[in-house]
């Protein structure tokens, strides 16, 4: 057990519509990460936030945001939920925002967009 | 931009070691690492390695590090059946002020008893 935890674990919807996807970082944690899991582009860094700030974007679609709230936990909205956004949402999280990276995973989103 | 390439499948014996191999093409990566995918679960960071050493070890892992070939391997000694999973080889450069992680598209390793 990473102590970060996902919810919900699995979620099917369809096109069109919008989602939220909940992280709570381990204890002590300041730093959110959230990954993309894909089969065909492998996993993909979407956006970081550290201490409630965006710290560092990826390839996040403009339909997806996210935010850190003020008790560190995150929130990762996707919306106008197209087909290829199936995929398998990570949240990481870290002590820091720099420095030898050990960051701890939870067991992930399954998002099926129907 | 970044890349990070691994091979997508290896199988081996109960027993026997496995290398797991990475290249990649960032030469400002200031940390490499490995982290472990088993089914239904997320990432777990194995090991790491900064880019000014060429080789660490711990237990039945070993991380070997060529920086002019820009070529990093895992070998797991006697390799158990607890091994199967995928791994995935991972830089980052901490000079970006992140974590923000380019990771390649894992390796899936299969133990055969």
């Known amino acids: 057990d990473s102590g970060v935890t996902q919810t919900p674990k699995h979620l099917i919807t369809a096109t069109g519509q919008r989602v939220t996807l909940r992280c709570s970082p381990r204890?002590?944690?300041?730093?959110v990460y959230w990954y993309q899991q894909s089969l065909d582009q492998g996993l993909q860094f979407l956006i970081q936030?550290?201490?409630?700030?965006?710290?560092a974007k990826g390839n996040i679609l403009e339909r997806f945001s996210a935010q850190q709230f003020p008790d560190l936990h995150s929130e990762l909205n996707l919306s106008s939920l197209e087909l290829g956004d199936s995929a398998l949402y990570f949240c990481?999280?870290?002590?820091?925002?720099?420095?030898?990276?050990?960051?701890?995973f939870g067991e992930g989103s399954r998002l099926t967009v129907l | 931009g970044e890349d990070v390439e691994q091979s997508l499948f290896l199988s081996v014996r109960e027993g026997d070691s496995s290398v797991i191999n990475c290249t990649y093409t960032?030469?400002?990566?200031?940390?490499l690492y490995w982290y472990k995918q088993e089914p239904g679960a997320g990432l777990q960071l194995l090991t790491y390695?900064?880019?000014?050493?060429d080789m660490k070890q711990d237990q039945r892992l070993t991380v070997l590090l060529n920086k002019k070939d820009k070529h990093l391997s895992l070998r797991i000694a006697d390799t158990q059946t607890g091994d199967s999973a995928i791994y995935f080889c991972?830089?980052?450069?901490?000079?970006?002020?992140?974590?923000?992680?380019?990771f390649g598209k894992g390796t899936k390793l299969s133990v055969i008893p």
């Open positions: 990481a999280s870290s002590v820091r925002d720099k420095g030898t990276g050990e960051l701890f």
């Open positions: 204890s002590g944690d300041l730093s």
């Open positions: 936030y550290y201490n409630g700030e965006e710290r």
């Open positions: 960032d030469s400002s990566s200031t940390y």
């Open positions: 390695i900064f880019s000014n050493m």
């Open positions: 991972a830089e980052s450069d901490s000079g970006a002020g992140s974590y923000q992680l380019t």
